[in-house]
T-cell receptor, first 112, second 116 residues
Framework: KQEVTQIPAALSVPEGENLVLNCSFT??????LQWFRQDPGKGLTSLLL?????REQTSGRLNASLDKSSGRSTLYIAASQPGDSATYLC???????????FGQGTELSVKP | ETGVTQSPTHLIKTRGQQVTLRCSSQ?????VSWYQQALGQGPQFIFQ???????GRGNFPPRFSGLQFPNYSSELNVNALELDDSALYLC???FGGGRARATEAFFGQGTRLTVV
C-alpha cells in the first residue's frame, strides 16, 4: 500500500531564503508525482507534474525532483516571498488510473 | 478552456440528511475523482469516474455514491450524514483513467460541508 509522507509539517522562513520541501513515498512503482499549493480554505493549485520517466521539472522559481529508487521527491523554492505562504502537498499516482495518494502537507510561512 | 468548477461552495446540513455536490470537469477531460479533506489533513481519495462508470474506490462506506454524466460532469451524493462527514470535498479532473495513463490532475475550489 502506497504511503506518502511530508516533512516538515510546518516551516517558517524569512523572505528571500531558498528552501526545500521533502516528500517520501513507500512504493517506488509510481507513475507520476504532482506538487500542489493550497491556500487556507481553498482548492488545490497544480504546481508541477513529474512523470515517472523524468527526474525533475521547473517552473519559474520552483524546481521539483523525483528519485524513484530512493522513494523521494523534493520541491525547491528559490528566493521565497510572502506570497509563497501556503500549504504545499505532494501526491503520487500509484497506478496509471490517476488516483492520487497525498501526503499531509507542509505549511509554509514566509515572513517579510 | 474552462477550469474545474464545483457547487455549492459552502453547505450546512443536519445529521441524517442527504447532500449532493456537483463538479464540472475541465474541457477535454474525461475522468473525475472526488476527495475528502479533513482540517489539517491531506485529501483522501473517495472514488473516480471514467466514462460514466466508477473506476476505483477508496475506503469510504456505500453511503458515499456518485455519478458521471455524458458531458463528464459529476455528482457526489452522501446519505445519512454524520458529524465526521464535515470536510472540504474536492473534485479533480484529468484525461485518462481506465487503462490509459492519467495526465495532470486539476482541482476545483472545493465544497465546504458542515454537518451539525
Amino acid at each position: 500500500k502506497q504511503e506518502v509522507t511530508q516533512i516538515p509539517a510546518a516551516l517558517s522562513v524569512p523572505e528571500g531564503e531558498n528552501l526545500v520541501l521533502n516528500c517520501s513515498f513507500t512504493d517506488s512503482a509510481i507513475y507520476n508525482l504532482q506538487w500542489f499549493r493550497q491556500d487556507p480554505g481553498k482548492g488545490l493549485t497544480s504546481l508541477l507534474l513529474i512523470q515517472s520517466s523524468q527526474r525533475e521539472q521547473t517552473s519559474g522559481r520552483l524546481n521539483a525532483s523525483l528519485d524513484k529508487s530512493s522513494g523521494r521527491s523534493t520541491l525547491y523554492i528559490a528566493a521565497s516571498q510572502p506570497g509563497d505562504s501556503a500549504t504545499y502537498l505532494c501526491a503520487a499516482f500509484p497506478d496509471q488510473g490517476g488516483k492520487l495518494i497525498f501526503g499531509q502537507g507542509t505549511e509554509l510561512s514566509v515572513k517579510p | 478552456e474552462t477550469g474545474v468548477t464545483q457547487s455549492p461552495t459552502h453547505l450546512i446540513k443536519t445529521r441524517g440528511q442527504q447532500v449532493t455536490l456537483r463538479c464540472s470537469s475541465q474541457s477535454g477531460h474525461n475522468t473525475v475523482s472526488w476527495y475528502q479533506q479533513a482540517l489539517g489533513q491531506g485529501p483522501q481519495f473517495i472514488f473516480q469516474y471514467y466514462r460514466e462508470e466508477e473506476n476505483g474506490r477508496g475506503n469510504f462506506p456505500p453511503r458515499f455514491s456518485g455519478l458521471q454524466f455524458p458531458n463528464y460532469s459529476s455528482e457526489l451524493n452522501v446519505n445519512a450524514l454524520e458529524l465526521d462527514d464535515s470536510a472540504l470535498y474536492l473534485c479533480a479532473s484529468s484525461f485518462g483513467g481506465g487503462r490509459a495513463r492519467a495526465t495532470e490532475a486539476f482541482f476545483g475550489q472545493g465544497t465546504r460541508l458542515t454537518v451539525v
